[in-house]
């Protein structure tokens, strides 16, 4: 079984803190993706990894960054965390180029005061 | 017109009707389709996976595709209150940037005992 995991279920921060979210995979997957999860407005996709080191921008990733510094682990760093960052954080990883399939881990709920 | 196309619902049928959820796209080269399944406060779970044209059964749920309308199904059969979730469609052509998926934003189903 594929296994994601996140490192808290829960956080709660204040504003202009800075918050780590960290996502580990178990079954050497190549890729690796952050989202943001608000009522509305759907999944949307913050930064993705195909490789270590390399990362690339999703659709939203003012406010964020990330590090890849092992294949299995892939951190989303919230530099200065803000109000409008609460949300729920999911991460996920896929196997490779041909099979596109993304096994997502619990998701992380980020509350910013 | 965005690229995929989702009734948010809710919808709310009785203990063992059949539910019909589906997607709409306008991307021509959508190959890979899929759903997942979120219970509420948890990370999406992959439900059924197809390529290209079909359906697909599995168990009490079958997923429909029909390209030529840019049109997705998932048919669940006997449905009961465990099937209370939301439901994302996900899909992603051969050629794009690799691993993407892009998601219909979810239908909330509640299946009332």
């Known amino acids: 079984d594929v296994k994601v995991t996140q490192s808290s279920r829960y956080l709660v921060k204040r504003t202009g803190e800075k918050v780590f979210l960290e996502c580990v995979q178990d079954?050497?997957?190549?890729?690796m993706f952050w989202y943001r999860q608000d009522p509305g407005l759907g999944l949307r996709l913050i930064y993705f990894s195909y490789d270590v080191k390399m990362k690339e921008k999703g659709d939203i990733p003012e406010g964020y960054s990330v590090s890849r510094e092992k294949k299995e682990r892939f951190s989303l760093i919230l530099e200065s965390a803000s109000t409008n960052q609460t949300s729920m954080y999911l991460c996920?990883?896929?196997?490779?180029?041909?099979?596109?399939?993304?096994?997502f881990g619990p998701g992380t709920r980020l509350l910013v005061l | 017109q965005k690229e995929v196309e989702q009734d948010p619902g809710p919808l709310s049928v009785p203990e063992g009707a059949i539910v019909s959820l589906n997607c709409t796209y306008s991307?021509?080269?959508?190959?890979?389709f899929m759903w997942y399944r979120q219970y509420s406060r948890k990370g999406p779970e992959l439900l059924m996976y197809t390529y290209s044209s079909g359906n697909k059964e599995d168990g009490r749920f079958t997923a429909q595709v029909d390209k030529s309308s840019k049109y997705i199904s998932l048919f669940i059969r006997d449905s009961q209150p465990s099937d209370s979730a939301t439901y994302l469609c996900?899909?992603?052509?051969?050629?794009?940037?690799?691993?993407?998926?892009?998601f219909g934003k979810g239908t909330k189903l509640s299946v009332k005992p």
């Open positions: 079954m050497d997957h190549e890729n």
């Open positions: 991307n021509s080269a959508f190959q890979y």
């Open positions: 996900a899909m992603k052509d051969y050629g794009g940037s690799q691993g993407n998926l892009i």
């Open positions: 996920a990883s896929s196997p490779g180029r041909i099979q596109e399939t993304q096994y």
